[in-house]
């Protein structure tokens, strides 16, 4: 199959129905949006159809496999734009559409996989499975002993003494953006 879609293929439904969180100590926002997409069923059937991997130099530590859509997808962003409340800009150019599924059935986690990581500012994930089949979804975390809800962006010392702790690598304090992803 093509990495090619239709292009209205990704349009938005008009009766998405949005809710706006405050979670947390830090009263970090979570919007979620529910019948996000118009034609959630065809997106299912095209992503089950999708080429993934799960090659290493493709998934990185991400726990799964991808695919890549090659999608103008700049109403997509200006979507989400308006429902976070303030512009957002791809990470890379060109930003690619991904699909990705997590493996979870007898499927160990490697130490990379472990480690404390940050998401660039915003993550948004769109769960394309049925209603009925809906058993939870994304988890929020505080970590108990260091009361942390999320990662700083320059590693501190409470974020060292938990790495020496965990017996984290040595890529957690060395990587450009201060930790691993």
Same mark, same amino acid.
């Given at each position: 199959?093509?990495?090619?879609?239709?292009?209205? &293929?990704?349009?938005?439904?008009?009766?998405?129905?949005?809710?706006? +969180?405050? %979670?947390?100590?830090? @009263? @970090?926002?979570? %919007?979620?949006?529910?019948?996000?997409?118009?034609?959630?069923?065809?997106? &299912?059937? %095209?992503?089950?159809? +999708?080429?993934?991997?799960?090659?290493?130099?493709?998934?990185?530590?991400?726990?799964?496999?991808?695919?890549? +859509?090659?999608?103008? @997808?700049?109403?997509?962003v200006e979507s989400l734009s308006a429902l976070w409340g303030c512009p957002?800009?791809?990470?890379?150019?060109? /930003?690619?559409? %991904?699909?990705?599924?997590?493996?979870?059935?007898?499927?160990? &986690?490697?130490?990379?996989?472990? /480690?404390?990581?940050?998401?660039?500012?915003?993550?948004?994930?769109?769960?394309?499975?049925?209603?009925?089949?809906?058993?939870?979804?994304?988890?929020?975390?505080? @970590?108990?002993?260091?009361? +942390?809800?999320?990662?700083?962006?320059?590693?501190?010392?409470?974020?060292? /003494? &938990?790495?020496?702790?965990?017996?984290?690598?040595?890529?957690?304090?060395?990587?450009?953006?201060?930790?691993?992803?």
């Open positions: 199959m093509s990495n090619y879609i239709r292009s209205d &293929l990704l349009a938005l439904n008009p009766h998405q129905t949005v809710s706006i +969180l405050r %979670v947390g100590q830090g @009263h @970090h926002q979570v %919007v979620i949006v529910d019948n996000f997409y118009q034609y959630p069923d065809e997106i &299912l059937k %095209v992503a089950l159809s +999708l080429p993934y991997s799960d090659r290493f130099e493709i998934v990185g530590n991400f726990p799964g496999v991808r695919a890549r +859509l090659n999608y103008e @997808h700049w109403k997509l957002l800009f791809p990470f890379f150019s060109p /930003q690619p559409v %991904v699909f990705q599924g997590i493996k979870t059935d007898n499927y160990t &986690l490697n130490i990379g996989q472990r /480690q404390p990581h940050i998401d660039q500012d915003i993550t948004a994930m769109v769960y394309l499975n049925p209603a009925d089949s809906c058993t939870g979804g994304t988890g929020l975390y505080r @970590h108990r002993p260091t009361g +942390l809800e999320r990662v700083p962006p320059v590693p501190d010392r409470t974020i060292r /003494q &938990l790495a020496n702790q965990l017996e984290l690598s040595d890529e957690f304090f060395n990587s450009p953006e201060g930790y691993e992803n």
